[in-house]
């Protein structure tokens, strides 16, 4: 049931893109995007719902595709404040909330 | 607004004893998670409270268990420590079951079993 992220980790000069995946094996009702920084806990990036629209901001923005039970986060224009560990969180009908394993993410100037 | 609350934050037990944490969640937030964090293993789930009754349960032995109470603070409590335990445990908070909002996760408590 957990979901499965790639890359594992990616390193970046700032200004350049990243994409990081999550793949589920079951229907996704949601999937919900986490940064952790070292020592700090995770930090609530945004969520994407069955049936809903791509979400986020200027620069970090995810997609959801219901068919392929998969979502993107992308990340462009990289910071080195945008290094952490991202999680993505799925859920299934409302049920429990289960991680993938992590993509950290290293943002060298 | 106070954050997610979670002691101790540090926390050193010997193989056999047990332990209790404790989680205080967001003002007005119902629903509350645990995970455990490790390195090799990310976080994985432990259970979901929502309004004093667990809703969900994660693949851990019996030796884990938590509780939440009507003002939606939740303890977990490990019985018979092992050194495998050792890890962060996270407590993480949303308004409901939904969590259309996201989760607000604490600092963690670090356990440390030797």
């Known amino acids: 049931q957990q979901p499965v992220q790639s890359p594992q980790a990616v390193i970046l000069r700032e200004g350049e893109d990243a994409v990081i995946n999550c793949s589920s094996s079951?229907?996704?009702?949601?999937v919900h995007w986490y940064r952790q920084k070292h020592g700090e806990a995770p930090v609530f990036l945004m969520i994407?719902?069955?049936?809903?629209e791509q979400k986020g901001h200027e620069k970090i923005s995810a997609s959801f595709n219901e068919k392929k039970q998969q979502s993107s986060l992308y990340l462009t224009a990289s910071q080195l404040s945008y290094s952490g560990t991202y999680f993505c969180?799925?859920?299934?009908?409302?049920?429990?909330?289960?991680f993938g394993a992590g993509t950290r993410l290293t943002v060298k100037p | 607004k106070a954050g997610v609350t979670q002691t101790p934050r540090y926390l050193i037990k010997t193989r056999g004893q047990q332990v209790t944490l404790s989680c205080s969640p967001i003002?007005?937030?119902?629903?509350v998670s645990w995970y455990q964090q490790t390195p090799g293993q990310g976080l994985q789930f432990l259970f979901e409270?929502?309004?004093?009754?667990?809703?969900n349960k994660g693949n851990f032995p019996g030796r884990f268990s938590g509780r939440q109470f009507s003002n939606s603070r939740s303890e977990m409590n490990v019985s018979t420590l092992e050194l495998g335990d050792s890890a962060l445990y996270l407590c993480?908070?949303?308004?409901?079951?939904?969590?259309?909002?996201?989760?607000?996760f604490g600092s963690g408590t670090r356990l440390t079993v030797v």
């Open positions: 993480a908070s949303s308004l409901d079951y939904s969590r259309e909002d996201g989760y607000t």
């Open positions: 079951k229907a996704l009702y949601s």
């Open positions: 994407l719902l069955k049936g809903g």
């Open positions: 969180g799925t859920a299934y009908n409302n049920n429990d909330m289960r």
């Open positions: 003002s007005g937030h119902r629903s």
């Open positions: 409270y929502f309004s004093e009754t667990q809703r």
